[in-house]
């Protein structure tokens, strides 16, 4: 079919089509992943990828807590172990050395890292290390204390097991990984070379290993789930829950955005308002079960014409939607908005009470604003693309009515 046309002027050539908009893809990965279910602390490969982004950028301030938590530790047994309890003169020395030259070192390592790559991997690596390193020095003052006769408490390390597995934001299985190598070697320094019986400080260690073990699994099973419920309730609040595509408040969100992206960045685009023909007569003979099925075939169809990072795609209400194409010239924007016709028609959705077509079609108001107008209200604009709608459907429907934003269509 042909295109009715108000207001042409030469083209401004462009080219490419562009990247996913919003669609329902998101909502159903999560929702069968809350069905499934997450014993494992695993999700689905793309939801887990997008879990690790979330807990490298939400973890700053439970792992700052946990930094801040072993310089004061370090720092206090400093100031106390002498006078309060009662660390022999002749193992300060040592004690010291380690305190100053390896664990407050690797601490400031792990407070700089929070500061200035918080959201990075070797973050994530750097926290791993501190728990290896302050448990490596317990456990070597620990024997350096035995054979002097003085004993060091090894529920010390079962403490900073029990920091690292609720503070850490480090993955369940890796900390789990760390913590069996940590204590394997605990085993080890504690038959091999601590001379004194430590029967029971083992035995109260491992308690608190479990107790550890038992809060980190809980935590981060916690963390998904509340992750996984917030990522529903945000891309649920945003999409229409028939079509999956952007709902009316959203689209007014990406429209604003658009706008004040176009303005700033002196941009053309696009909008197009499309409206299914005669779909209450669809309704009325089909009934509005298929007419939801309806529905979402054009609302699929439509989706995959607004595949550009800055392009979006929603319902606008009822049977009617919305386009929009960024940075795109006019007749791009012609070729692109005919093609949505033609989509929907070649889709061959029956509809037998058309004026039209034996097929579900579509009407389209197409208006171009160019990078002059761009400081133009979204209402004017959208006021344009109603007109064309309006005048397409007046001219004998499923066909594209087009027109480029000038001085006459602003707001007086």
Known sequence: ??????????????????????????????????????????????????????????????????????????????????????????????????????????????????LRRPTSTVMELGMALLFVVISASFLGLRVVYARAGFELPLELIGVAAVAMLCLSRIRFWLQLALLAFVMTKVFMVEAWFVPIDGAYDIYTTALLVVVAVIAGYSSEYTIRATWLNASLLRYTSRLDRLTGLLNRHALETALSHAHDYARREHKSYAVAMIDIDAFGAYNNYYGHQHGDVALQQVADALANHARRPLDFCGRYGGEEFLLLWMDCGCEQARTLAESVREVVEHAQIPHAHSPVAEWVTVSVGLCHVDAEFAEAPTDAVLREADRMLYEAKANGRNQVGYTRFTDDALPV
């Open 1 to 114: 079919m042909k295109s009715s046309t108000t207001d042409m002027d030469s083209p401004n050539a462009g080219a490419g089509q562009g990247s996913d908009t919003a669609d329902g893809a998101p909502t159903r990965r999560i929702q069968r992943q809350i069905d499934r279910g997450f014993v494992r602390l695993y999700f689905a490969r793309p939801l887990e990828h997008d879990f690790h982004d979330y807990l490298r950028h939400s973890s700053r301030l439970s792992r700052a807590s946990l930094i801040f938590l072993s310089l004061i530790g370090v720092f206090s047994c400093a100031l106390i172990d002498v006078p309060w309890l009662g660390l022999p003169y002749e193992l300060v020395g040592v004690t010291r050395f380690i305190q100053f030259s390896v664990m407050i070192p690797m601490t400031l390592v792990c407070l700089y890292l929070c």
